[in-house]
């Protein structure tokens, strides 16, 4: 989903930890006021890495609904 200007995808949580300590992205707040561990809003990648992050995210989320 896009939200604030960003692309925002779930991902597992150890992935969006190793993505946040990378810069990849912000932590996303759904408005609560905390973080969501398995969501994370990507900064300005190059759209190749924000296409294999999607399609990354899409098979997490089959895996787990």
Do not use: C, N
């Not at 995808?9 to 930890?17: D, E, G, H, N, S």
């Not at 993505?19 to 992205?25: M, N, T």
């Not at 932590?27 to 809003?41: L, N, S, T, V, Y």
């Amino acid at each position: 989903m896009v939200s604030h200007g960003r692309v925002t995808l779930k991902l597992p949580a150890p992935r969006v930890a190793a993505l946040l300590a990378s810069g990849a992205g912000a932590p996303f707040d759904a408005g609560k006021g905390r973080p969501m561990k398995e969501w994370i809003a990507l900064r300005s990648l190059p759209r190749e890495d924000q296409i294999v992050l999607a399609a990354e995210a899409l098979g997490f989320v089959r895996k787990s609904g």
